[in-house]
């Protein structure tokens, strides 16, 4: 299996524009997670998906901060306008729970994030 | 909130010396995980401990858990330079609804 996979890694890009972020997690996986990870703020989960269904977005900053998951293969995260204190590294992790058991969590490789 | 917490975060050692990183919770688990992220990379499951286990070997991992104390402990033996990375504890909320809550993580540095 390729893992979760994630694009773009790198994205530079200046204030007020938009960015979208997408993920694809393992095959088989039912909960998908994005988080996003700062030296100052540590890892913060931003919200989780379980079989295609938003379950828990309180961790989304603001309404500048979006996410869709259309089908089981892929999902999107969308900051529209950015800002510069968006600058962090994005990760997506996929896992397979079961009946309030949560597993463990596939990480892909991150996006790192930077507005100027 | 966070609910994982570890102790101490930041540990340098000499290869071969063994590593102990400590993990503390405030709710009633499922289960208590622990990752590694090596830098600039994405985290990685090393080992997940049920509430009702209080041990668990993989490797040269050791964890512990004492459900009591809200408490877990991560033991890396022999360490090498490729042990390098900062590890962190997440819980799985019993009654939760599957998130798991992120410790800020312990940096670990093996000198070679």
């Known amino acids: 299996d390729a893992g979760v996979i994630q694009s773009p890694r790198h994205e530079v890009t200046e204030m007020g524009q938009e960015v979208t972020l997408r993920c694809k997690p393992i095959?088989?996986?039912?909960?998908l997670f994005w988080y996003r990870q700062t030296m100052m703020r540590g890892l913060e989960l931003l919200i989780y998906?379980?079989?295609?269904?938003?379950?828990?977005d309180s961790g989304m900053p603001e309404d500048r901060f979006s996410a869709k998951m259309p089908n089981a293969s892929f999902s999107t995260l969308k900051i529209q306008p950015s800002e510069p204190r968006d600058s962090a590294v994005y990760f997506c992790?996929?896992?397979?729970?079961?009946?309030?058991?949560?597993?463990?969590?596939?990480f892909g490789p991150g996006t790192r994030l930077t507005v100027t | 909130s966070q609910q994982g917490e570890e102790d101490p975060q930041a540990l340098s050692i000499q290869e071969g010396e063994n590593a102990t990183m400590n993990c503390s919770y405030k709710?009633?688990?499922?289960?208590l995980q622990w990752y590694r992220q090596n830098s600039g990379r994405g985290l990685v499951h090393l080992i997940l401990?049920?509430?009702?286990?209080r041990e668990k070997h993989s490797g040269r991992l050791r964890v512990t858990l004492d459900t009591s104390k809200k408490s877990s402990s991560l033991l890396i033996t022999a360490s090498r330079a490729a042990d390098t990375a900062s590890y962190f504890c997440?819980?799985?909320?019993?009654?939760?609804?599957?998130?798991?809550?992120f410790g800020k993580g312990n940096q670990v540095v093996v000198i070679p």
């Open positions: 992790a996929s896992s397979r729970d079961r009946d309030y058991f949560s597993y463990e969590q596939y």
């Open positions: 095959s088989g996986h039912n909960s």
């Open positions: 998906f379980n079989n295609n269904v938003p379950i828990d």
């Open positions: 709710t009633s688990i499922n289960n």
């Open positions: 401990i049920r509430s009702n286990e």
């Open positions: 997440a819980t799985d909320s019993r009654g939760g609804n599957n998130r798991l809550a």
